[in-house]
């Protein structure tokens, strides 16, 4: 009952102007900055960190916590629009947003999204709100084992992003895995393929590498050719809200949002990881899986939906534990910091009635995105009326901005722009490049819990095996790996036996 007044006293603390104005301000920035390609969720907190000492802490916390529910929802509109993603929590969403943009159903693409992102974002909510405690200490059982084969079970989405060759998926996945790799090694501190430059030491940020591959090789591609993008945006005056294909998906919403939430929560793995997990999940359980890549709606539902629970959960672990999920809750770890609180077990003491305002306010952010989603969409898909002469600059431009932002380095920029022209040389030749963000994405939790976990066990591998939840995770990606190989298999066999029955009723 406790907790139950607390959340309506939350409530009733959004009622105050200054309260709301906040949580519309949070949702007008969240949603610029998500979209622009380059910059994140945890840049904007970054920024207005600064700006928000000495302000009283229930606004301050409307603020930067809206701004991060708003940022990973809005990351996928360039993705579905120009296959840019806005964040890095939007990658899996341009696998199938993009294609169904380009088939000419770009309003279907963006409705979907936004209904999945909410959807998300509000059972991430209500996990977040209702069962904090118990999903602290489920996320506590975790330890090394676990982690490596839930990474491990995320890498065989190679599977489905390979395009059927899954030869080329997995050598993008394992170059992915070897640019993970690059700096010193975090358990040993030895130099790895630095080749004595103190850049590199530092290891390669993944922003300039999903940048330069998915936005700089867009660019290229699309600078070669005539965009249709003008003609399909003209649709988005169409209502976004497309309820059949809403209903189609609903199994597809709900199993994400559950996955998104538990990956949510467990420190460091983050959205972006949640989604390609979802994504994998929805492909294993498709009965059209070659479907996924050619803009099936599950390809959309899943990711949206996952990113934006696991976000909501990933402040599970910090305000019951004092432990960021994601980069952007380490920042505002950093804020309560700032503002000297210390969020665990205490804090839910003394802070009561701000961290029920916080959950109060996720919840109205999540609504306010659902109202104000079509409308910021309709001014951002103007730009699409732009020359692309102009515009391919512009969006060029942007990357840069946002790539030399995150670390200041000029080094970064030229990783992103070669990395873009990879991708665009990949690309030519039909190269799956998102089994490359894949690899890079999970390569360094892959290996440091690998390496963590045969320390723990002096060198026993038998370690991954005799722990019940990371066993289970391991057979689920050997049967991921396995069963398209094998289902391919059959299917040839099928056909050569009808091939042979047509053959002998032909004679």
């Avoid at 489905?160 to 998926?169: A, I, R």
């Avoid at 390669?204 to 940048?211: A, K, R, S, W």
């Avoid at 809403?246 to 989604?275: D, E, H, N, W, Y």
């Avoid at 839910?348 to 952010?365: P, R, T």
């Amino acid at each position: 009952m406790r907790e139950v007044s607390a959340l309506l006293d939350g409530f009733i603390q959004l009622l105050h102007p200054f309260h709301f104005m906040m949580l519309l301000l949070a949702v007008a920035i969240g949603f610029i900055g998500g979209a622009m390609p380059g910059i994140s969720g945890a840049m904007l907190v970054v920024i207005l960190l600064p700006i928000t000492y000495g302000m009283e802490t229930t606004p301050v916390f409307l603020l930067l916590t809206g701004i991060y529910a708003a940022s990973v929802f809005s990351g996928m509109i360039s993705a579905v629009l120009f296959r840019t993603p806005g964040t890095p929590e939007a990658i899996a969403t341009t696998f199938d947003g993009y294609p169904m943009a380009k088939k000419g159903h770009p309003e279907k693409a963006l409705g979907l999204a936004i209904v999945s992102s909410v959807i998300g974002g509000i059972v991430g909510t209500v996990f977040l709100i209702g069962l904090t405690p118990i999903l602290a200490d489920f996320a506590l059982r975790f330890s090394s084992p676990e982690y490596f084969a839930l990474a491990v079970l995320g890498l065989t989405v190679v599977a489905s992003l390979s395009g059927g060759d899954l030869v080329k998926g997995l050598i993008g996945v394992l170059f992915g895995l070897f640019v993970a790799t690059i700096g010193i090694d975090v358990m040993t501190g030895a130099n790895r393929f630095t080749f004595h430059s103190t850049t590199l030491m530092s290891g390669i940020d993944f922003v300039p590498i999903l940048i330069g591959l998915f936005a700089i090789s867009e660019v290229l591609r699309k600078s070669r050719e005539e965009s249709k993008a003008k003609g399909k945006m003209k649709k988005l005056s169409k209502s976004l809200l497309d309820l059949p294909m809403l209903r189609k998906v609903s199994t597809t919403l709900g199993r994400s949002s559950i996955i998104g939430v538990f990956v949510g929560i467990l420190p460091g793995v983050g959205a972006t990881t949640a989604s390609l997990l979802s994504y994998s999940e929805a492909v294993r359980w498709s009965k059209h899986p070659e479907t996924f890549g050619t803009g099936t709606p599950e390809g959309i539902a899943a990711p949206e939906s996952a990113n934006n629970s696991a976000a909501m959960g990933a402040m599970v672990p910090l305000l019951a534990l004092g432990i960021p999920g994601s980069a952007t809750t380490a920042v505002i770890l950093g804020a309560f910091v700032l503002h000297g609180l210390q969020p665990g077990p205490m804090l839910f003491d003394n802070e009561m009635e701000m961290v029920y305002s916080i959950f109060a306010g996720l919840i109205v952010v999540n609504l306010l995105i659902l109202f104000l989603a079509k409308p910021f969409i309709k001014l951002f898909s103007y730009t699409v009326k732009i020359p692309y002469s102009v515009l391919g600059p512009y969006i060029v431009v942007l990357c840069v901005i946002g790539t030399f932002a995150v670390r200041n380095s000029m080094f970064d920029v030229m990783i992103m722009l070669i990395f873009g022209l990879l991708g665009f040389g990949l690309e030519k030749i039909r190269f799956p490049i998102a089994t490359i963000i894949l690899g890079v994405v999970l390569g360094g939790m892959v290996e440091e819990q690998f390496r963590r976990s045969l320390v723990a066990a002096n060198g026993d591998i038998s370690i991954f095996f005799t722990r019940p939840i990371s066993a289970v995770l391991l057979a689920l990606a050997l049967l991921a790996l396995v069963f398209p190989i094998v289902k391919k298999a059959f299917n040839r066999k099928d056909q050569k036996t009808i091939t042979n029955n047509n053959g002998r009723h032909s004679l």
